[in-house]
């Protein structure tokens, strides 16, 4: 069993950055696929991004080119900067686990493909 705890949310202003840690605990992420999610008030959880066992990313069109997944195996940490922030980008942020990918390149964007979820950590962005 994995545990997955977010942390580094917070109050920030339009335009500035923010950086969210997802670490894991309980068994190494190091051949998980990883992705982060979000959920605004009264709107479904979407996706953001992810990241292979290799490396490999994608990332919503919203924030392609603002924000930026990245691990660390050795601290089994995964990453999210956010960076030119609006305030639509306000909401619950959960990182998840893929616990058997496909290949080490595989990809994950929709939520029924994760096996391990965190709580979530709050990210509000001010106008």
């Known amino acids: 069993q994995v545990q997955l705890v977010e942390s580094g949310g917070g109050l920030v202003q339009a335009g500035g950055s923010l950086s969210l840690s997802c670490a894991a605990s309980?068994?190494?992420?190091?051949?998980?696929?990883m992705g982060w999610f979000r959920q605004a008030p009264g709107k479904e959880r979407e996706f953001v991004a992810t990241i292979s066992g290799n490396g490999r990313t994608y990332y919503a069109h919203s924030v392609q080119g603002r924000f930026a997944i990245s691990r660390d195996i050795a601290k089994d940490t995964v990453y999210l900067q956010m960076s030119s922030l609006r305030p639509e980008d306000t909401a619950v942020y959960s990182c998840a686990a893929v616990r058997r990918p496909y290949n080490s390149g595989s990809l994950y964007y929709r939520e029924f493909d994760y096996d391990y979820w965190g709580q979530g950590t709050q990210v509000t962005v001010s106008s």
């Open positions: 309980g068994q190494t992420l190091s051949t998980y696929a």
